[in-house]
């Protein structure tokens, strides 16, 4: 780690904490040429590869803008795909793997987008599942509705708005 003040190549930690919910490190730093003190964060990479074998880092703004789509005109906030962009995140994290496939990715995302709009989460699985005709809309919309009777997912709209 270079110093930002001289460009040492070198500095020594001096303190080391917890971040963001226990996702970061944050060392503090001090260059032994000039005596300053500098900070750094350190995460855990996590690379999506992309369907030309590509890898790329996971950003929480690529999830939010393809949902943002799918919740074109739909009563879903900034706050709401945020929230949904950490929760998929999270969800990949806890999997232990460095490395995912950017459909992986989408697949992901149905869970949490389904509890928080379902006309959103139709959209989106249309895409992600290759839904091909009316019939695989109708069996997602019986699922949707099996899953609603049974409680583990709240009917669009409920949310309170």
């Known amino acids: 780690?270079?110093?930002p003040f001289c460009r040492n190549a070198d500095s020594r930690v001096v303190d080391s904490r917890l971040a963001e919910d226990g996702s970061a490190i944050r060392r503090r730093r001090q260059c032994p040429e000039c005596g300053r003190r500098f900070?750094?964060?350190e995460t855990t990479s996590l690379s999506v590869i992309k369907r030309s074998g590509v890898g790329e880092p996971f950003s929480r703004g690529k999830v939010i803008n393809g949902?943002?789509?799918a919740c074109q005109g739909r009563p879903v906030s900034e706050d709401d795909l945020a929230m949904l962009a950490q929760e998929v995140e999270e969800s990949i994290r806890a999997s232990g793997?460095?490395?995912i496939d950017a459909h992986e990715v989408g697949l992901?995302?149905?869970?949490?987008l389904q509890k928080l709009d379902q006309v959103a989460y139709l959209r989106f699985a249309s895409v992600y599942q290759a839904f091909e005709s009316l019939e695989d809309f109708e069996?997602?919309?019986?699922?949707l509705r099996q899953d609603s009777l049974h409680g583990s997912s709240a009917p669009a709209g409920s949310r309170g708005r």
Do not use: D, G, H
């Not at 992901?108 to 949490?112: F, R, T, V, Y």
């Not at 069996?139 to 699922?143: G, N, R, S």
């Open 108 to 112: 992901a995302i149905l869970k949490p």
């Open 139 to 143: 069996a997602a919309i019986a699922v």
């Open 1 to 3: 780690m270079y110093c």
């Open 67 to 69: 949902v943002r789509k």
């Open 39 to 41: 900070s750094t964060v």
């Open 97 to 99: 793997v460095a490395e």
